[in-house]
């Protein structure tokens, strides 16, 4: 193994070992919280406001994480009602046929979120990010051993995390 290939492994390995808190600081993106009731549309103007955080976190009165609202459903639900026709055109299977309908009929963030799924302080980045990518999502947020939102860590983050803590310098940062 080279030089080159033996500073790689070492920034993977400097990865493996941060947590979610250590990456939630570089950059400090404040989670979008919305209660159950709120519209879609007065969900829609928090989440325009701050296009950094991708998801709303729709909470409880004491900021209990109670579902995801990412903002791709956020648009499915404003624009089913604009255009139908496009979302009947892709909703060619069950998954797709059970969103539409539930999106269509959803008025407020309770009636249209995703179930919860959070990531914790002390979690790995690389538990974070494989959970992020099973759950197709562009950010998650961070949660206390009492389930209220303390956080979110979305991809850039992550790409932060890896320049500043891990990314190897000189040779090799084209890769």
């Known amino acids: 193994m080279g030089t080159s290939d033996a500073a790689w492994v070492a920034a993977c390995r400097r990865f493996e070992t941060m947590t979610v808190a250590v990456a939630d600081r570089l950059m400090a993106v404040e ?28 909470v409880d009165a004491g900021g209990t994480l109670l579902g995801l609202l990412p903002i791709a459903d956020l648009a499915f639900a404003a624009f089913v009602h604009v255009m139908p026709e496009v979302f009947l055109k892709h909703a060619n299977d069950l998954a797709h046929s059970t969103q539409f309908a539930a999106l269509s009929h959803g008025r407020t963030a309770g009636e249209v979120m995703r179930p919860a799924l959070a990531l914790r302080p ?13 759950a197709d999502l562009e950010g998650l947020p961070i949660v206390d051993d009492a389930g209220r939102v303390t956080g979110y860590l979305n991809l850039p983050e992550f790409l ?3 320049l500043t803590n891990c990314a190897p310098a000189g040779e090799g940062d084209d890769r």
């Open 160 to 162: 932060c995390a890896w």
């Open 31 to 58: 989670p979008i919280l919305v209660g159950p009731a709120e519209s879609l549309r007065a969900v829609a103007r928090r989440v325009v406001d701050r296009p950094q955080c991708r998801i709303a976190c729709v």
């Open 122 to 134: 002390g979690d790995s980045l690389e538990d974070a990010f494989g959970r992020l990518l099973g």
